[in-house]
């Protein structure tokens, strides 16, 4: 079956600017966790989703959402972009139990100038 | 922060020999996975150990855990160079269904 779907891959904004990021998990999956990769942070966790509800948010200002759908895609938004919000975006998809591993995208690389 | 330690952060071994990579936590866990990721790509998952196991195999992989010194180790066995990639430990926390990652080893197998 088909794996995790980040789009876009590479993204370029203006600080100031608001960005989208798009996550189609796994068919059958319904939780999909967003996490922000930097260098000097590591992998930090932005927030879950299950069944269209956020059941779990890291320490991310509120300039950071999200949202599921139905389908469970999910997309997260990012507002008033600082140059710090550079990073890789992962999107990870795993079924509704905890316990079980987590199913990565290839992540969306975004830069912020 | 809940984020994980591992330990060293970068390893360099001959092809054929074997890598060890330690993870230490700080808080009560449902769970403890390692991660491989290449070259800023997305993250595979290599094995998930539960808090009531205390180790386990998955082909050349083995992995231990320590709930008492909350700490666990990977050991890749008869290493290759495609086994050049950070790793990650993560932990899942009872009562959350997300991950906490390590800040990664990185290892580079000569070959």
């Known amino acids: 079956k088909a794996g995790v779907t980040q789009t876009p891959r590479y993204l370029i904004k203006t600080r100031g600017q608001q960005v989208t990021l798009s996550c189609s998990p796994i068919?059958?999956?319904?939780?999909v966790s967003w996490y922000q990769q930097t260098p000097g942070q590591g992998l930090q966790f932005l927030f879950e989703?299950?069944?269209?509800?956020?059941?779990n948010k890291g320490n991310f200002p509120g300039r950071f959402s999200g949202r599921q759908f139905s389908n469970s895609r999910s997309e997260m938004n990012v507002s008033t972009l600082e140059l710090g919000d550079s990073a890789l975006y992962l999107c990870?998809?795993?079924?509704?139990?905890?316990?079980?591993?987590?199913?990565f995208g290839q992540g969306t690389r975004l830069t912020v100038v | 922060s809940q984020q994980g330690e591992e330990d060293p952060q970068a390893l360099s071994i001959q092809e054929g020999e074997n890598a060890t990579m330690n993870c230490s936590y700080k808080?009560?866990?449902?769970?403890l996975q390692w991660y491989r990721q290449n070259s800023g790509r997305g993250l595979v998952h290599l094995i998930l150990i539960r808090s009531n196991e205390r180790e386990k195999h998955s082909g050349r992989l083995r992995v231990t855990l320590d709930t008492s010194k909350k700490s666990s180790s990977l050991l890749i066995t008869a290493s290759r160079a495609a086994d050049t990639a950070s790793y990650f430990c993560?932990?899942?926390?009872?009562?959350?269904?997300?991950?906490?990652f390590g800040t990664g080893t990185r290892l580079t197998v000569i070959p």
């Open positions: 993560a932990t899942e926390g009872t009562g959350a269904n997300n991950l906490f």
């Open positions: 808080t009560s866990i449902n769970n």
């Open positions: 990870a998809s795993s079924d509704y139990r905890g316990g079980t591993e987590a199913f």
């Open positions: 068919s059958g999956h319904r939780s």
């Open positions: 989703y299950f069944s269209e509800t956020q059941r």
